[in-house]
């Protein structure tokens, strides 16, 4: 494949995943019964497992016979287990982050993953940043910060409904590293054995992604049993078809966030984050009617500047 190709290919990967990741709030909104989810998230977010796993497998084996696949062992297996614990765990911790402080401090503090991100990515893989990248890096946070406030905007909030307890913080500054450590450490383990498949590599990661998401699952419709008495042992209670859009946007998703993390950077899937909010917000205006503000175009301009100068001078 020609170099002109290959950057083409890229540059369509890359907009897929924007636009997949920006329209994930847009379809949890869409997916809502008198303002409320009617699923279980832990039940959508096993589906996605599942079915991240089932598409490695089918292209696992389409690439490979069965009996050519590499052996597993013990030492190539259980790293994978680490992200998969982590990510299992941050799902929950946004949902008990959600009791213990309000929206706009969670939205414009968990901006914060994009400097954890970038330190562990330092520590981790040892990668050098410029002056002019960490600039970029810190621009790209205000973007965030700038975006989260202005999603905020128009939902005025009460003062005696913005409450953050010192438990919350502490946990947010958990949810921000884990965030960063499972991007950070997955990008090490895939790079680590170039030479396999990184649908291989990606089962290894998805079956630990369902066995600890499947216990998620199994607590949360327990205890919605206990609350409500009604069967969240229904995988599939309150679904409609904007649900099984989330699954399959939210599973294609993290394939091709693995492609980016396995032959590009951790760096670039934060870009895609910071941009992946203008794309909800294109989609809520023409749905929703929703008033743009200033603050979009200030971090547009943010992102767009960080973007710019962090390519400008690459180490």
């Given amino acids: 494949m020609s170099v002109n190709c290959r950057q083409l290919l890229w540059g369509f990967v890359l907009f897929l995943v924007v636009l997949m990741y920006g329209c994930y709030g847009v379809l949890i909104d869409l997916c809502k019964v008198d303002g409320e989810i009617p699923f279980l998230t832990a039940s959508s977010v096993l589906l996605t497992e599942i079915l991240k796993l089932f598409i490695c497998l089918l292209v696992l084996l389409a690439q490979y016979k069965v009996h050519l696949l590499p052996l597993l062992t013990w030492k190539v297996v ?77 939902k005025t909030l009460a003062l005696s409904e913005i409450h953050t307890t010192f438990l919350g913080l502490a946990i947010l500054l958990c949810y921000c590293f884990i965030s960063g ?19 291989y590599q990606n089962v290894l990661l998805y079956t630990f992604g369902v066995m600890f998401n499947l216990i998620c699952w199994l607590v949360q419709a327990y205890q919605k049993y206990v609350s409500t008495n009604q069967n969240y042992f229904d995988i599939f209670h309150g679904y409609s078809l904007y649900t099984w859009t989330v699954i399959i946007t939210q599973a294609m998703t993290g394939i091709l966030f693995s492609l980016i993390m396995k032959y590009n950077s951790n760096i670039v899937r934060l870009f895609i984050i910071a941009a992946a909010p203008f794309v909800t917000t294109a989609l809520s205006y023409y749905l929703f009617d929703l008033h743009i503000h200033s603050e979009f175009v200030i971090s547009a301009f943010f992102i767009l500047i960080a973007a710019l100068i962090y390519n400008y001078n690459p180490t």
């Fill in 181 to 199: 450590f499972a991007g950070v450490y997955t990008e090490y383990i895939l790079k680590k054995n170039l030479e396999l498949s990184v649908f």
């Fill in 78 to 154: 259980l790293p994978f287990s680490l992200p998969a614990l982590c990510y299992a765990v941050n799902n929950n911790l946004a949902v008990f982050m959600q009791t213990q402080m309000d929206p706009a401090t969670y939205m414009i503090l968990g901006n914060l993953k994009i400097v954890t991100t970038a330190i562990l990515y330092k520590i981790i893989i040892n990668k050098k940043f410029s002056d002019i990248q960490w600039l970029a890096i810190c621009l790209l946070t205000i973007g965030g910060i700038i975006n989260s406030i202005a999603a905020l905007k128009g």
